[in-house]
C-alpha cells in the first residue's frame, strides 16, 4: 500500500522558535496533502489541505502566518510552525492522497511536538 | 461543512462478544465513509471505508452499514480480540476529499 512518512517523530523546543516538519509520500505521487492536528484523548481536527504548486487553504481558525505549509514538491509537504508556544505542543499528523484512488487518504506516523 | 457525531465515546466488550459504533453525519451530499483505528501514539489506520453508493460492507470481522436516508452508518465488529482494543474513528467527506472526523470511541477488550 501506498506509504507516508514523517520528520522528525517528536521535537522539543522552546517557547519562540520555529519547527518545520516534513511529509512525504514514498511510494506515489501525491497532489493534495493534509494536516492535522490531535491533542491528547482527541479527535483529528484538519487544519489545512496542501496542493502541489499552489498555496495551503487553512480551515478556520487556523493562522496562516503561524502555521506555514509549503507543497515543493509532488512527495514532500512541510509545515513549520513559527514561534511555537506550550498551548501548540500536540501530535501533528499529515496524509496524503494517492493518485491511483483519490479517496482514500494515506496518514503518516505523527509528530509529537512538546514546546517547553 | 461537514459534521460527524459518534458514539459510544467509550466501549468495553468481554472477548468474543460484538462491538457496534454508531455515527450520523450532516451532509447529504456526503458520498465516503472510512474508519480508522488508532493505537496510542500511532497514525491512524483505516480499516474499512464505504462508499453512498451501497448499503453494507463486510471484511472478515468488520462490517460497515451505511443508511444514507437517516445520514448514519455504523462500525461492527464480531468476535472481538484483546488487539481490537483502540481508539475508532468515523469520518466522512465529499468531493472535495477534506475528511471530517468525529470525536472517536474507545474500544476496550476483556480478556
Known amino acids: 500500500g501506498a506509504v507516508v512518512s514523517q520528520h522528525p517523530s517528536w521535537v522539543i523546543c522552546k517557547s519562540g522558535t520555529s519547527v518545520k516538519i516534513e511529509c512525504r509520500s514514498l511510494d506515489f505521487q501525491a497532489t493534495t496533502m493534509f494536516w492535522y492536528r490531535q491533542f491528547p484523548k482527541q479527535s483529528l481536527m484538519l487544519m489545512a489541505t496542501s496542493n502541489e504548486g499552489s498555496k495551503a487553504t487553512y480551515e478556520q481558525g487556523v493562522e496562516k502566518d503561524k502555521f506555514l505549509i509549503n507543497h515543493a514538491s509532488l512527495t514532500l509537504s512541510t509545515l513549520t510552525v513559527t514561534s511555537a508556544h506550550p498551548e501548540d505542543s500536540s501530535f501533528y499528523i499529515c496524509?496524503?492522497?494517492?493518485?491511483?484512488?483519490?479517496?482514500?487518504?494515506?496518514f503518516g506516523p505523527g509528530t509529537r511536538l512538546t514546546v517547553l | 461543512g461537514e459534521n460527524v457525531e459518534q458514539h459510544p465515546s467509550t466501549l468495553s466488550v468481554q472477548e468474543g462478544d460484538s462491538a457496534v459504533i454508531k455515527c450520523t453525519y450532516s451532509?447529504?451530499?456526503?458520498?465516503?465513509f472510512p474508519w480508522y483505528k488508532q493505537e496510542l501514539g500511532k497514525r491512524p489506520q483505516l480499516i474499512i471505508d464505504?462508499?453512498?453508493?451501497?448499503g453494507e460492507k463486510k471484511d472478515q470481522r468488520i462490517a460497515v452499514t451505511l443508511n444514507k436516508t437517516a445520514k448514519h452508518f455504523s462500525l461492527h465488529i464480531t468476535e472481538t480480540q484483546p488487539e481490537d482494543s483502540a481508539v475508532y474513528f468515523c469520518a466522512a467527506y465529499m468531493d472535495d476529499y477534506k475528511l471530517s472526523f468525529g470525536a472517536g470511541t474507545t474500544v476496550t477488550v476483556r480478556a
Open positions: 451532509d447529504s451530499a456526503s458520498n465516503y
Open positions: 464505504i462508499r453512498s453508493n451501497v
Open positions: 496524509s496524503a492522497i494517492s493518485g491511483g484512488r483519490t479517496d482514500t487518504q494515506y
